[in-house]
């Protein structure tokens, strides 16, 4: 009886695995918004290198293809117009929506470096601080993919004066050298 219930499940089977990958590369460019700001100015890059492995989730019985959940870990590098720039590690969490369109949520922790004092692009004092991306990306081609996407920095102080905080808006652009 249970080996008869196992069978009918048997193409809902999902299973976790860590891939050795190639590298990706995204840049997105955008307008900024800090706390002193009513809107969004131009411009800031922002720029994810991601590091050589990737854990998936898919189910076991399907043929390769897109995959239900991703998890990436980037190398983060972000500035401003005036040279201000944030560089550290994230963690980004993939679902497949649709074919080819990934939501994803990336969280992070950032050295924020202050290179030009007096401007208002949000970075206010050097230091560690939260990286927060939303994105919403779709497949072009197997390499070669288009985003939209809000990233958050701040320092983290809900209640307290918030020393960085820059909110970006941007669109991205990513090239993977994996082939699949």
Same mark, same amino acid.
């Given at each position: /009886? &249970?080996?008869?219930?196992?069978?009918?499940?048997?193409? %809902?089977l !999902?299973?976790?695995?860590?891939?050795?990958?190639?590298?990706?590369?995204?840049f997105?460019?955008?307008?900024?918004? #800090?706390?002193? %700001?009513?809107?969004?100015?131009?411009?800031?890059?922002?720029?994810?290198?991601?590091?050589?492995f990737?854990?998936?989730f +898919?189910?076991?019985?399907l043929?390769? !293809?897109?995959? @239900?959940?991703?998890?990436?870990?980037? @190398?983060?590098?972000?500035?401003?117009?005036?040279?201000?720039y944030?560089?550290?590690? !994230?963690?980004?969490? #993939?679902? @497949?929506?649709?074919?080819?369109?990934?939501?994803?949520?990336?969280?992070?922790?950032?050295?924020?470096? $202050?290179?030009?004092? %007096?401007?208002? %692009?949000?970075?206010?004092? /050097?230091?560690? +601080?939260?990286?927060h991306?939303? +994105?919403? #990306?779709? !497949?072009?081609?197997?390499?070669?993919? &288009?985003?939209?996407?809000?990233?958050?920095?701040?320092?983290?102080? $809900?209640?307290? +004066?918030?020393?960085?905080?820059?909110?970006? @808006?941007?669109?991205?652009? #990513?090239?993977?050298?994996?082939?699949?």
């Open positions: /009886m &249970l080996d008869s219930l196992n069978k009918t499940r048997e193409k %809902d !999902g299973a976790f695995n860590l891939y050795a990958t190639k590298t990706k590369l995204e997105i460019a955008g307008a900024y918004r #800090s706390t002193t %700001d009513q809107g969004f100015r131009p411009f800031t890059c922002t720029y994810h290198i991601y590091l050589p990737q854990l998936e +898919n189910r076991v019985n043929k390769a !293809g897109d995959k @239900l959940i991703k998890l990436n870990t980037p @190398l983060i590098v972000q500035h401003s117009k005036y040279g201000n944030a560089i550290g590690l !994230g963690e980004r969490f #993939s679902f @497949l929506i649709v074919k080819r369109l990934y939501f994803s949520y990336q969280i992070g922790l950032v050295w924020c470096e $202050v290179v030009k004092k %007096d401007t208002d %692009d949000g970075f206010r004092q /050097m230091g560690f +601080n939260f990286h991306e939303f +994105n919403l #990306s779709y !497949g072009i081609t197997k390499r070669l993919a &288009l985003s939209a996407n809000l990233i958050h920095i701040s320092y983290g102080g $809900v209640f307290k +004066n918030v020393k960085n905080n820059q909110d970006v @808006l941007g669109i991205g652009v #990513s090239y993977n050298f994996n082939s699949y």
